[in-house]
């Protein structure tokens, strides 16, 4: 069975930083695909950050490029992925899901699959004070 966890989210003022992790169990982890995808209130999911299965070439939306980092650790069973955010904005105020998709895509295809991967977690609201 394939789970999805993540941890990390919080409030946070504007200019401060936030790490956020995600536990991905039961993957095959050169098979997957993985990213961080967002979603405000009252505005569509967006991609955020998202990473091949061969852990090359990360993507980042141009909104936070600079200043989000993608990594992502492969162990038996289990795909670790972290997200370190910078000088977060209010804007960056959301719930941040990872999500996992069998597939080759690059970085920027998985991030446009905003409601196609194949697996979500349930997500962790980050909220970012001005």
């Known amino acids: 069975e394939v789970q999805l966890v993540e941890s990390g989210g919080g409030l946070v003022q504007a200019g401060g930083s936030l790490r956020l992790s995600c536990a991905a169990s039961g993957l095959r982890f050169d098979d997957y695909a993985i990213g961080w995808f967002r979603q405000a209130p009252g505005k569509e999911r967006e991609g955020v950050s998202c990473?091949?299965?061969?852990?090359?070439?990360?993507?980042?939306a141009d909104s936070v490029q600079g200043r989000f980092t993608i990594s992502r650790h492969n162990a038996k069973n289990t795909v670790y992925l972290y997200l370190q955010m910078n000088s977060l904005k209010p804007e960056d105020t959301a719930v941040y899901y990872c999500a996992a998709d069998y597939t080759f895509y690059s970085g920027s295809e998985i991030c446009s699959r905003t409601y196609d991967m194949d697996y979500w977690g349930e997500g962790t609201l980050v909220t970012v004070s001005s």
């Open positions: 990473i091949s299965n061969s852990n090359r070439n990360p993507y980042y």
